[in-house]
């Protein structure tokens, strides 16, 4: 019971943050630049699925209740729906695969899973903005998703090695 209270209040925790990170955000064109990938990531890698999935769907629920938890304040499923919302929907399967990783031996394995889960995020994300734009995927690529790779690759492997840290001290 008490290590589900545990894991179950670091999911809260996550949520809460995903949360925050999303308002710390710098709007450079299209999609706003934030860490939220880098928390996702961190959430993933350490809760593991079962916590770490409950922490994102929290997140994506409250927003789309109307709780002003996506980037600027925003909730309501019509941000879900717009140009950016698949990047939203991204994080589940990006959540998931750094939450099965803990199942993988080698560090490479874990951060290769982790890096896949950012490139489904991605692809869900450029997916629905070229669909609602009209650009082709080549093009709304470029616009949305390959600049952001640059940045939320490496922030993935960064999440994985702090994740240890800090189950190293927490868990």
Request: aromatic letters at 12%.
């Amino acid at each position: 019971m008490k290590h589900n209270l545990k894991h179950l209040t670091f999911a809260a925790l996550f949520t809460a943050t995903i949360a925050v990170f999303a308002q710390l955000s710098i709007p450079i064109g299209i999609v706003p630049a934030s860490l939220q990938v880098f928390i996702i990531c961190l959430c993933g890698y350490f809760l593991h699925l079962r916590y770490s999935s409950l922490a994102v769907a929290c997140y994506i629920l409250a927003g789309l209740m109307g709780v002003p938890v996506f980037c600027h304040f925003q909730g309501g499923p019509q941000h879900i729906l717009s140009y950016t919302g698949g990047f939203i929907i991204g994080f589940l399967p990006l959540v998931c695969c750094c939450g099965i990783a803990h199942l993988f031996k080698t560090d490479l394995l874990k951060i290769l899973l982790g890096i896949a889960g950012v490139v489904i995020c991605h692809t869900i994300g450029v997916l629905q903005y070229s669909a609602l734009s009209g650009n082709n995927f080549s093009t709304s690529a470029l616009l949305v998703s390959i600049p952001f790779l640059l940045k939320d690759i490496p922030l993935c492997i960064l999440a994985y090695y702090i994740s240890n840290l800090l189950k190293k001290k927490f868990l």
